[in-house]
């Protein structure tokens, strides 16, 4: 059985077992029918205990309860229990298979801060108020029992209790893999920063957001390589990490990308245009399948998710490397940007030569670093470095270089 003691109260807990496990927070998540918070109030100079159980309504409050008797906590609790179970309807025989199957108990830190809260709250409502003409212990357990409270996003009353507990039966304590959680915990994240507009952010914000992905990333290929061992040399592991730490914390992350939203312009073939050759394309590639592979197989990829990235693995339809060669990749980048921008005296000046200049080369720049970035983005990165270059002639200059190419 799983306490989770607060803070202020864990002196009178310290008779029994302290959960240590790594699992323990995990183990309390997944078990909420076997986990109760526990805290006390103070009345006439007396600690009175109350147990909330995490997935229903059930109550257990003690009274007194002191250094000199904390040793039957316990004893007292289980006994309060059967007269709540029984108030619920429920038969002895369940109860007996309840406590079998909980165990020994767990003591720990509190999960659920609502818990709390909802224990301070009836006291407040409830208990505060007859604190001169306190009635007994069982009955205050039963007006908890019957008030409807918040469990997670839904409310459960006593009628809930009673079907929560008849579902669960025959009880089982749910065990669990901390690396599983700990890796849906990750790729979770990676998909709602998957999701973020850079448009909407500041230069400041999409630093940040880069650094998270990166930050996620590592940790994923933490556990990837981890399970990859098990399989594979360590010089192959070398290389998995090397490939996958460039392509996605130094491609992928820079576009405000991840694994989850792979697309034309963060694909591998994409690198083809920035000064990778094509044997290390080759290699992020079968690196960037493995990893695919590994999400599949731990049921965090779809079939269809898988599918999509696997588009992005395979060889290019067109591969400039066997026309050029891979050491004249440089040669063509540098002729791509020249046409790009060879017709720059043409165009009218919009802050003064220099400064046009100078945004000339920070485009330049982000063509080499970012391949495709929008025009905000450009914008919050120069402006963090220029102050003095404002929205309104930046947008024109923008324009003026579209027209420039388009016509």
């Not at 298979?97 to 609502?114: F, N, S």
């Not at 959680?181 to 790729?187: G, P, S």
């Amino acid at each position: 059985m799983f306490i989770n003691v607060e803070k202020k109260a864990q002196k009178l807990f310290n008779t029994y077992q302290k959960a240590t496990s790594k699992e323990h927070m995990a183990m309390v998540l997944a078990n909420p029918l076997f986990s109760w918070h526990a805290t006390y109030y103070t009345a006439k100079r007396k600690k009175n205990l109350i147990f909330l159980n995490d997935a229903t309504t059930m109550a257990i409050v003690l009274f007194d309860v002191n250094a000199k008797n904390k040793q039957t906590i316990k004893e007292r609790f289980e006994k309060q229990l059967a007269i709540i179970w029984q108030e619920l309807g429920l038969p002895t025989d369940s109860l007996a298979d309840y406590l079998a199957t909980g165990g020994d108990w767990q003591i720990g830190k509190t999960i659920h801060p609502l818990q709390i809260k909802t224990i301070t709250n009836f006291y407040q409502d409830v208990i505060k108020p007859q604190a001169k003409n306190l009635v007994n212990e069982v009955d205050l357990a039963k007006s908890l029992v019957k008030k409807v409270q918040q469990k997670g996003r839904i409310y459960v009353g006593e009628d809930e209790t009673v079907r929560i507990i008849e579902m669960a039966q025959p009880f089982s304590i749910k065990h669990v893999n901390l690396e599983e959680l700990y890796l849906k915990e990750i790729t979770n994240k990676l998909r709602r920063l998957s999701q973020v507009d850079g448009e909407k952010l500041t230069a400041d914000g999409v630093d940040n957001a880069i650094q998270q992905i990166q930050d996620a990333n590592n940790r994923l290929l933490d556990l990837f390589l981890a399970d990859a061992k098990h399989n594979y040399s360590t010089k192959t592991i070398r290389r998995y990490r090397d490939n996958l730490q460039f392509y996605l914390n130094e491609w992928v992350a820079y576009r405000l990308s991840t694994i989850f939203n792979l697309d034309i312009q963060t694909s591998v073939d994409e690198l083809e245009f920035h000064g990778v050759g094509k044997t290390e394309r080759t290699n992020i590639k079968a690196s960037l399948q493995k990893l695919a592979k590994y999400l599949k197989d731990q049921d965090i990829l779809s079939d269809n998710e898988y599918d999509d990235i696997l588009v992005y693995t395979q060889k290019a339809p067109v591969d400039l490397g066997e026309e050029y060669g891979d050491e004249d990749d440089d040669q063509v980048i540098e002729d791509f940007l020249a046409s790009l921008f060879s017709e720059s005296e043409k165009l009218p000046v919009v802050f003064d030569p220099q400064t046009d200049k100078m945004l000339d080369e920070y485009l330049k720049s982000f063509i080499a670093l970012y391949g495709l970035i929008s025009a905000q983005q450009a914008y919050q990165i120069i402006h963090s470095q220029n102050p003095a270059i404002d929205k309104e002639r930046f947008d024109q200059y923008i324009q003026n270089k579209f027209d420039e190419i388009t016509t």
